[in-house]
């Protein structure tokens, strides 16, 4: 049987670690992310966490429902720092390219917790936040609700995926990157037109773009076609032509 989350109330009257601090959630997830980023995922355990706040491993369990309560909370930490970041710029289609952006980066700052948690739904309230942020931007533009969760499912779903994509090569060691973002140059750059002529003739741009995120492209795409079916609804509305599928 799982233990049992004591409640926050009760939780601020247990005395400081042997540190002289006060745990928190916040505290606990904080460490956690610093934990991610100087061992990567399989250094996360309760023991070094434990260690790290100078309290006892099963102090973890007091807060979150083991690692895997833990993982959620620091998914959702990733998310409220998105929101956090983020600032409406007055249309529905500008608001969601920031967001989008924004949630992207945010996960990026942390690439090894990216790794862990952009597959994982957390259900808590900073991520419900931009969950409820997200569907009010497209239903205040006027999408009816069906379309509103398809561009939502979209939207949050490619800036996640991004996320964990573009995070996996910045969770690699430095040299093995630094190979990696090389080879544009060391290999394909030098291929020879006669047997491979199209890579040839792109070479010099694919130099420029392939170490780059495509994310910022690939999201103007779906908004585009989020703002094209907008716009066809309205003139079906209207009269004014045939609703697209």
């Known amino acids: 049987m799982p233990k049992k989350v004591v409640p926050e109330a009760e939780r601020r009257r247990r005395r400081p670690t042997r540190q002289g601090t006060v745990l928190s959630e916040r505290l606990i997830v904080e460490t956690a992310l610093r934990m991610l980023h100087e061992h990567g995922t399989a250094g996360l355990t309760a023991r070094r966490l434990g260690a790290a706040l100078g309290a006892d491993p099963s ?27 983020w600032r409406p710029a007055g249309t529905w289609r500008a608001d969601l390219r920031a967001l989008g952006l924004a949630i992207h980066a945010s996960y990026l700052a942390h690439p090894q917790a990216a790794l862990l948690t952009a597959s994982r739904v957390t259900g808590r309230p900073r991520e419900i936040a931009v969950d409820e942020t997200i569907l009010g931007i497209l239903r205040g533009a006027g999408f009816d609700d069906a379309d509103t969760v398809g561009v939502y499912h979209a939207f949050i779903d490619l800036a996640l995926a991004f996320a964990a994509l573009d995070a996996g090569a ?15 140059i060391s290999t394909y750059a030098r291929l020879p037109a006669e047997t491979h002529p199209h890579i040839a003739a792109t070479a010099h741009l694919l130099v420029d773009r392939m170490n780059l995120s495509a994310y910022p492209v690939v999201l103007d795409t779906l908004l585009d076609r989020a703002e094209a079916r907008l716009a066809a609804v309205r003139a079906f509305s209207e009269g004014r032509g045939p609703r697209s599928g």
């Open 59 to 85: 102090t973890l369990y007091r807060y979150f429902a083991g690692l895997d309560g833990l993982t959620r909370a620091i998914g959702e930490e990733l998310m409220g720092r998105a929101l956090d970041s």
């Open 170 to 184: 910045l969770a690699v060691k430095d040299e093995a990157r630094e190979a990696d973002e090389n080879m544009w």
